[in-house]
């Protein structure tokens, strides 16, 4: 068996345990929706003068902070197999021995794209129309997933350096808060006091916000998304090398 | 002599901790090794380095004849590993499983159904096959463990504390499965911090502490290092353990060691056992057990480090915290 069939395996029994797992199902299929919906009704009148024109505004935006949430369950799951010894099992078997995090990765990636393509169905039933080429949604989904994969290496460190998957998710959501809320996903950057501009047009969520709304509704797209794949670039080569570093340490101490 | 597993010299540190502090070990294939230690000792660490998850500081080791650091994807494929805590997927159930380890080994699709099917049934799992891993008692989860570490037919097996936190009757039920396997050819390492455990299945003990070999040899060596036997008294009425204590003591000239109601003390005389006999019942001390016995492993352990063997911590995991 090659070395990518063993990652298949093993990112087809990450989404396997979604089936017993409700909990995580609901986190990412129910609450972005709720997000959604929640923002659209309450903010969407006074943020935008009506709910039809804030919600070309917030689906994108919404998209994108789901995604940045959704990361954490590869921390989540990583360490769960550190902590229970699974981890150890892969790694007494004759495979490759980058294959166990391969696939944990790799299926993140399906339940990232499902979760993009769930709240689009959904934001089409509540009126949104495309106003842009439909390879937009294409390019899309391949910016929103490089980026996913980048943050997937900070979740991994977070991961290995956990005691229990409990603190996984505690250290996720509220580092996470604040870097998906100081950006342009409910409001537009012009509305915010000049002193936070620059950290929310810096942040990448906001920069994948934009590209996402320029892909999806027209507007620019360029310089967002090449800026959002700079990120990307960077979180990868920092924290790849740095997750894999102390994945090690922790595996040598044990 | 054929060897399935051998060790030189291994050391092994963690912090300030000395894991491994120079072990040898030799097992000939077909035989069963029992690893013999109090929690510390350091024999999960021995068998994390046999199994290619830990680099060894110091010394060698070779496993069907590979080196376990230069050719650890050769070993990996050679060995079964049950770990001290059920290392399957709680999420999945148990044939899933026992299917996706067979997926990873290289079974087409069609084997590894046979495969989990098998080994299902082979170790009493079928009924359960369908449920979520965590929903199985203690026993039937370290049973699914075995059986994840079978699926490839492994000639070697390493059983790190398999049956600890067992109740009574789940460890025997492993038992048997292990002499199975045993019989059918595997070599076993397998380590213990029961005695009863290592006297039952294993050719040969190795007795390890602080990460040093103290002992090594079959069961009744080792008892014979000891010598001497023990008096083993229980009255029936627990009212009576003083008595029983001080008529013990009189007699044999060394104080007995009590254990709830159970008296214990090693006797280098047999005949004196007649002259605690006659005195219990000249003092009307009825006894629910009077035993002459050889020595136990727990025996051989005290004699050897001055502690005994058993001590469990209740958190079970202590050994090899960095």
Same mark, same amino acid.
């Given at each position: 068996?090659?070395?990518?069939?063993?990652?298949?395996?093993?990112?087809?029994?990450?989404?396997?345990?979604?089936?017993?797992?409700?909990?995580?199902?609901?986190?990412?299929?129910?609450?972005?929706?709720?997000?959604?919906?929640?923002?659209?009704?309450?903010?969407?009148?006074?943020?935008?003068?009506?709910?039809?024109?804030?919600?070309?505004?917030?689906?994108?935006?919404?998209?994108?902070?789901?995604?940045?949430?959704?990361?954490?369950?590869?921390?989540?799951?990583?360490?769960?197999?550190?902590?229970?010894?699974?981890?150890?099992?892969?790694?007494?078997?004759?495979?490759?021995?980058?294959?166990? #995090?391969?696939? $944990?990765?790799? /299926?993140?990636?399906?339940?990232?794209?499902?979760?993009?393509? %769930? @709240? *689009? &169905?959904?934001? !089409?039933? #509540?009126?949104? $129309?495309?106003? /842009?080429?439909?390879?937009?949604?294409?390019?899309?989904?391949? %910016? @929103? *997933? &490089?980026?996913? !994969?980048?943050?997937?290496?900070?979740?991994?460190?977070?991961?290995?350096?956990?005691?229990?998957?409990?603190?996984?998710? *505690?250290?996720?959501?509220?580092?996470?808060?604040?870097?998906?809320?100081?950006?342009?996903?409910?409001?537009?950057?012009?509305?915010?006091?000049?002193?936070?501009?620059?950290?929310?047009?810096?942040?990448?969520?906001?920069?994948?916000?934009?590209?996402?709304?320029?892909?999806?509704?027209?507007?620019?797209?360029?310089?967002?998304?090449?800026?959002?794949?700079?990120?990307?670039?960077?979180?990868?080569?920092?924290?790849?090398?740095?997750?894999?570093?102390?994945?090690?340490?922790?595996?040598?101490?044990? | 002599?054929?060897?399935?597993?051998?060790?030189?010299?291994?050391?092994?540190?963690?912090?300030?901790?000395?894991?491994?502090?120079?072990?040898?070990?030799?097992?000939?294939?077909?035989?069963?090794?029992?690893?013999?230690?109090?929690?510390?000792?350091?024999?999960?660490?021995?068998?994390?380095?046999?199994?290619?998850?830990?680099?060894?500081?110091?010394?060698?080791?070779?496993?069907?004849?590979?080196?376990?650091?230069?050719?650890?994807?050769?070993?990996?494929?050679?060995?079964?590993?049950?770990?001290?805590?059920?290392?399957?997927?709680?999420?999945?159930?148990?044939?899933?499983?026992?299917?996706?380890?067979?997926?990873?080994?290289?079974?087409?699709?069609?084997?590894?159904?046979?495969?989990?099917?098998?080994?299902?049934?082979?170790?009493?799992?079928?009924?359960?096959?369908?449920?979520?891993?965590?929903?199985?008692?203690?026993?039937?989860?370290?049973?699914?463990?075995?059986?994840?570490?079978?699926?490839?037919?492994?000639?070697?097996?390493?059983?790190?504390?398999?049956?600890?936190?067992?109740?009574?009757?789940?460890?025997?039920?492993?038992?048997?499965?292990?002499?199975?396997?045993?019989?059918?050819?595997?070599?076993?390492?397998?380590?213990?911090?029961?005695?009863?455990?290592?006297?039952?299945?294993?050719?040969?003990?190795?007795?390890?502490?602080?990460?040093?070999?103290?002992?090594?040899?079959?069961?009744?060596?080792?008892?014979?290092?000891?010598?001497?036997?023990?008096?083993?008294?229980?009255?029936?009425?627990?009212?009576?353990?003083?008595?029983?204590?001080?008529?013990?003591?009189?007699?044999?000239?060394?104080?007995?060691?009590?254990?709830?109601?159970?008296?214990?003390?090693?006797?280098?005389?047999?005949?004196?056992?007649?002259?605690?006999?006659?005195?219990?019942?000249?003092?009307?001390?009825?006894?629910?057990?009077?035993?002459?016995?050889?020595?136990?492993?727990?025996?051989?352990?005290?004699?050897?480090?001055?502690?005994?063997?058993?001590?469990?911590?209740?958190?079970?995991?202590?050994?090899?915290?960095?």
């Amino acid at each position: 068996m090659s070395s990518l069939q063993q990652t298949l395996t093993l990112a087809w029994r990450s989404l396997l345990q979604l089936r017993r797992n409700p909990w995580e199902l609901m986190d990412f299929s129910i609450q972005p929706i709720l997000f959604l919906l929640l923002f659209l009704y309450v903010f969407g009148g006074a943020v935008a003068g009506s709910t039809a024109a804030y919600l070309d505004f917030i689906l994108p935006g919404v998209i994108v902070m789901n995604l940045v949430f959704v990361t954490v369950y590869v921390g989540h799951g990583l360490n769960t197999d550190l902590t229970r010894g699974v981890f150890d099992r892969f790694r007494a078997l004759p495979i490759a021995r980058w294959s166990p #995090l391969a696939g $944990r990765i790799l /299926a993140d990636m399906v339940k990232q794209a499902w979760c993009v393509l %769930l @709240l *689009l &169905v959904v934001g !089409f039933l #509540l009126g949104f $129309r495309l106003g /842009a080429p439909v390879s937009g949604v294409l390019v899309m989904l391949a %910016l @929103l *997933l &490089v980026f996913a !994969f980048a943050m997937s290496w900070i979740m991994v460190l977070v991961g290995v350096v956990a005691r229990d998957p409990e603190h996984v998710q *505690l250290f996720g959501f509220t580092a996470l808060f604040p870097v998906t809320f100081l950006s342009n996903v409910f409001v537009p950057l012009d509305t915010l006091p000049p002193f936070i501009r620059a950290v929310v047009a810096a942040n990448p969520v906001s920069l994948l916000a934009e590209a996402s709304r320029g892909l999806l509704s027209g507007g620019p797209v360029l310089e967002p998304a090449l800026w959002s794949l700079v990120w990307a670039g960077v979180i990868t080569l920092v924290f790849a090398p740095l997750s894999l570093w102390a994945l090690n340490r922790r595996l040598a101490r044990s | 002599m054929d060897e399935a597993i051998r060790a030189e010299g291994l050391v092994k540190q963690f912090g300030a901790t000395r894991a491994l502090d120079g072990i040898d070990l030799s097992v000939p294939r077909g035989t069963v090794l029992g690893l013999l230690g109090p929690n510390g000792a350091g024999k999960t660490t021995a068998v994390r380095i046999l199994a290619t998850l830990l680099a060894p500081d110091a010394g060698q080791a070779w496993v069907d004849g590979c080196d376990v650091a230069s050719e650890a994807a050769a070993v990996r494929s050679r060995i079964g590993l049950t770990g001290q805590y059920a290392s399957v997927d709680e999420k999945l159930t148990g044939r899933e499983n026992l299917i996706l380890i067979a997926r990873l080994l290289g079974f087409s699709r069609r084997d590894a159904r046979a495969r989990a099917g098998e080994l299902l049934v082979e170790f009493g799992l079928e009924d359960a096959a369908h449920r979520p891993v965590q929903t199985y008692s203690g026993g039937m989860r370290r049973r699914l463990d075995l059986a994840a570490s079978l699926v490839g037919r492994p000639r070697i097996l390493f059983l790190d504390e398999p049956t600890t936190g067992l109740d009574p009757r789940a460890r025997l039920d492993l038992w048997n499965l292990i002499r199975e396997l045993v019989a059918q050819g595997t070599t076993v390492l397998l380590t213990t911090q029961y005695l009863e455990e290592a006297d039952s299945l294993a050719d040969e003990i190795v007795v390890i502490d602080q990460g040093r070999v103290i002992a090594s040899g079959t069961s009744d060596q080792l008892k014979a290092r000891i010598g001497g036997q023990t008096l083993v008294l229980a009255p029936e009425h627990e009212s009576d353990v003083a008595t029983a204590l001080s008529i013990v003591t009189e007699i044999v000239g060394r104080e007995p060691e009590v254990d709830g109601a159970r008296l214990r003390v090693p006797v280098s005389d047999p005949a004196l056992v007649p002259a605690v006999v006659r005195r219990l019942d000249e003092s009307g001390i009825v006894a629910r057990e009077l035993t002459l016995r050889g020595a136990s492993l727990d025996d051989v352990f005290l004699t050897l480090t001055g502690r005994h063997a058993s001590v469990e911590t209740p958190a079970g995991d202590a050994e090899a915290a960095p």
